[in-house]
């Protein structure tokens, strides 16, 4: 498994300080389409292998140290409105990537792109 991209977020992220244990967190957004009318709801199955994977990378002090990646979810239900509003809350809420959308996401690029966010498809 290549874990070189977490590198890169950190290069590309906004990232926040806690004063309590010394740690940067790094807040990780994932709009997936749990429920809705999309066909293929893949985001049932990425779900738990993106939750897995951020754990794996917390506790290895190792891949990032001083490093804790957070986990914010929206469900966007595959809807564009839905997908749009939640990627603009969580960058207005300071988020450092975005993993999705899942269904079509021109839009939500748009406005990632904007704030200069990363957002990695899956």
């Not at 794996?56 to 804790?68: C, F, H, S």
């Not at 996401?105 to 966010?117: F, G, K, L, P, T």
Request: glycine share 6%; proline share 5%; hydrophobic share 40%.
């Amino acid at each position: 498994m290549t874990r070189w991209p977490f590198n890169l977020l950190l290069l590309l992220s906004v990232a926040v300080r806690d004063c309590s244990n010394h740690r940067t967190v790094l807040t990780v957004g994932y709009l997936t389409a749990l429920t809705g009318d999309l066909k293929t709801r893949q985001g049932l199955a990425i779900s738990g292998a993106l939750t897995m994977a951020l754990d794996e990378v917390n506790k290895d002090p190792n891949l990032l140290p001083n490093v804790y990646l957070d986990l914010r979810w929206n469900d966007t239900k595959g809807d564009t409105v839905l997908a749009t509003k939640a990627i603009t809350e969580m960058i207005c809420d300071g988020i450092a990537t975005i993993f999705g959308p899942e269904g079509p996401c021109y839009v939500e690029a748009i406005v990632s792109q904007s704030r200069n966010i990363p957002m990695i498809s899956y």
